[in-house]
């Protein structure tokens, strides 16, 4: 079993930054991934992190502007995320599963709650 909490989610300006976090407890030797779900539309891959950190990936949507890590010794995944724009206001999951990292959210098998991320213009 994981347990799966986001938080860093608000209000920002267009251009600003943000950072997510989402601290795991439970197993955690998981890939994590962060998706998002924005009114009216499914939810998408934003990035994913293997295990030990050592592979990423990247929606092109976000590459170069958002930066995914994990700190293993607090079990915590981040998502560093700038020069938002109002395209990225969505809810923000990250979730969890074995083995390889994946950006279908259909295998992932744990997920958090969410945290709201709204960019104004």
């Known amino acids: 079993q994981v347990q799966l909490v986001e938080s860093g989610g608000g209000l920002v300006q267009a251009g600003g930054p943000l950072r997510l976090s989402c601290a795991a407890s439970?197993?955690?030797?998981?890939?994590m991934g962060w998706f998002r779900q924005a009114p009216g539309k499914e939810r998408e891959f934003v990035s994913a992190i293997n295990w030990s950190g050592g592979r990423t990936s990247y929606a092109d949507s976000v590459k170069g502007r958002f930066t995914i890590s994990r700190d293993g010794a607090k079990n915590t995944v981040y998502l560093r995320m700038n020069s938002l724009t109002p395209e990225d206001t969505a809810v923000y999951y990250c979730?969890?599963?074995?083995?390889?990292?994946?950006?279908?959210?259909?295998?992932?098998?744990?997920w958090g709650q969410g945290t709201q991320v709204t960019v104004s213009s």
């Open positions: 439970g197993r955690t030797a998981y890939a």
């Open positions: 979730a969890a599963r074995p083995l390889a990292l994946a950006t279908d959210p259909k295998v992932y098998d744990y």
